[in-house]
């Protein structure tokens, strides 16, 4: 067993997992444009070979497999690789802790085994549940209504144990709802569900109207509100993150840019941007949609120095807008 070495390269050997997925594949892009040699592991179950930048390593293979590359010595690990839809995770439980818990546990054995010395994690704001109040603070509690939640909590508690007993330097990133593109990176899955790309997909012609998920929510026009984050400042925070990461320590961060956005506002913003009518069509409340999802983000300005760059609805819609173009 090699004990976790840290210092602080400004050149760091990364293994991103989940490197040709939405958020991976951007912040594997970004990671190299800072300098680091980053190596992208993906199973491509949902990411796109494409979508892994070209400076970066690719192996295709699972997160099970991270042992053998973690063996040739690197300074952390951006684990991103995880199955993430609600619905699915209510219908298939058994996929996601199979898929996100025992896959994660595997990869903190091969981190303790080959003394790799940073984590940061992919966590979410799901592990929150319905909240008591918002914005939404670290110190919420922990009430997740899904087993996606569940399982990306019990990584959490994982985590905080492995970095206490083996020195590991891990930070988790609360994530709230992550939207906008960095050039040819974003947000391209098989199975959509997201709002902003959905609503886009009317503005393209693919679809022919969006289904609003209720319209009598006790909000001010009775839409759902979430705190809408640009996948550029998430990315920027997971920067921050490796780098001030201590051993030993597990810090958590929510990131959110502390402002919410109704679902008629997000499309409002669309049509706007866009030139489309987007049609819109009220539908029967999602199961399990909080009403109102809103971070408080203040650790992270503190700690980390983060402050979003691109919290403006119009800037996080025209950059998906532009992807979205770009990839019909
Ligand atoms: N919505 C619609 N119509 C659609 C799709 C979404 O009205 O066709 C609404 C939803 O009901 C919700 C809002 O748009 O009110 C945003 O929905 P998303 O599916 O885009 O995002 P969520 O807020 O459900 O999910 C996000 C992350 C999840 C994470 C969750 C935490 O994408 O990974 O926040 O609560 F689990």
Not at 155 to 184: C, E, K, M, P, Q
Request: charged fraction near 20%.
């Amino acid at each position: 067993m090699t004990q976790p070495k840290i210092t602080q390269p400004d050149r760091m050997r990364l293994l991103v997992t989940g490197g040709a997925g939405y958020i991976g594949s951007v912040c594997a892009a970004r990671l190299v444009e800072a300098g680091h040699d980053v190596v992208a592991l993906d199973d491509l179950s949902t990411g796109h070979r494409d979508a892994v930048p070209a400076a970066c390593r690719f192996i295709e293979g699972t997160v099970e497999d991270a042992g053998a590359v973690l063996a040739e010595g690197f300074d952390g690990v951006l684990h991103f690789a995880a199955r993430s839809l609600v619905a699915e995770s209510m219908a298939q439980p058994q996929r996601y802790w199979l898929g996100n818990v025992v896959a994660s546990l595997r990869l903190l054995e091969a981190m303790r085994e080959h003394g790799t010395p940073r984590l940061v994690f992919s966590s979410t704001a799901a592990t929150y549940g319905e909240p008591a109040s918002v914005p939404i603070t670290e110190e919420a509690a922990n009430q997740p209504t899904n087993p996606y939640g569940a399982t990306k909590l019990a990584i959490d508690h994982a985590i905080g144990s492995y970095a206490t007993a083996h020195g590991i330097a891990a930070v988790s990133l609360r994530y709230f709802n992550v939207a906008g593109a960095y050039g040819r990176y974003g947000e391209r899955h098989t199975v959509e569900t997201h709002l902003i790309p959905l609503v886009l997909q009317v503005a393209l012609g693919r679809r022919n109207k969006i289904m609003v998920f209720g319209e009598d929510w006790p909000t001010p026009d009775g839409t759902c509100i979430r705190d809408y984050i640009h996948v550029v400042d998430l990315a920027d925070a997971h920067e921050r993150a490796l780098v001030q990461a201590v051993p030993g320590e597990h810090r958590l961060y929510n990131l959110g840019n502390g402002t919410g956005f109704s679902v008629q506002q997000v499309i409002d913003t669309c049509r706007q941007i866009t030139g489309h009518p987007i049609p819109a069509q009220c539908a029967p409340r999602r199961p399990g949609d909080p009403a109102v999802l809103i971070a408080a983000s203040d650790r992270a300005h503190c700690e980390l120095g983060w402050k979003p760059e691109r919290a403006d609805l119009a800037v996080i819609v025209a950059d998906a807008w532009e992807f979205a173009r770009r990839v019909g």
